[in-house]
């Protein structure tokens, strides 16, 4: 079957359907190593907490949103601080004729799994330059932790526009 000129004003072309990053990118980052990495001190021996927070709002024009991921990660034995890495890390996406449920899912599951590994790699980066043995972040299971919070009622149902934190 060809494509004519009738046949085309007749069959209008579908709209475009899906998800686009259109960036993404480290926003802001702190590691503080306060004493430096001492000489027979592993971290081994130290209690490391990672707590990592994930948000995501619209940016109020041509279906932009924005999905952040803030990750704190000190590093201490006893009261003694060894390190704290705080960082944000970003991505800028664009959501086509996307339903509202799934673009709610979408902003906290898929988005977050596509740039975490470059969270995983920064965290990595800047433990080995501050001295320390690579840290790595453990995977987070984004649709595990999407699927909790819905049932706990934790996520606000409503427009996508709303920003969405939570602690993961």
């Known amino acids: 079957m060809s494509i004519t000129p009738e046949s085309a004003a007749t069959n209008p072309p579908l709209p475009r359907i899906g998800v686009e990053i259109l960036r993404h ?10 004493h430096g990495p001492s000489l027979g001190e592993t971290l081994a021996n130290a209690a490391i907490t990672p707590e990592t927070t994930l948000g995501h709002r619209y940016l109020g ?3 932009l949103y924005q999905v952040v991921i803030h990750v ?9 601080t060894l390190f704290l890495l705080e960082m944000t890390y970003t991505a800028e996406v664009r959501l ?7 673009a709610q899912e979408i902003l906290s599951v898929q988005v977050p799994q596509s740039i975490f590994p470059m969270v995983q790699q920064i965290l990595v980066q800047a433990t080995t330059a501050g001295g320390y043995p690579s840290v790595v972040l453990h995977d987070v299971d984004f649709r595990q932790t999407y699927l ?15 920003p969405a934190y939570e602690k993961l």
Do not use: K
Request: hydrophobic share 35%; proline share 11%; glycine share 10%.
């Open 96 to 102: 086509h004729n996307i339903p509202q449920p799934v």
């Open 148 to 162: 909790n919070a819905l049932a706990a009622g934790q996520i606000r149902q409503g427009p996508v526009g709303v």
């Open 61 to 63: 024009h041509d279906d």
């Open 25 to 34: 990118y480290l926003q802001d980052m702190s590691f503080e190593n306060p």
């Open 72 to 80: 704190t990660v000190p590093a201490r034995i006893g009261e003694r």
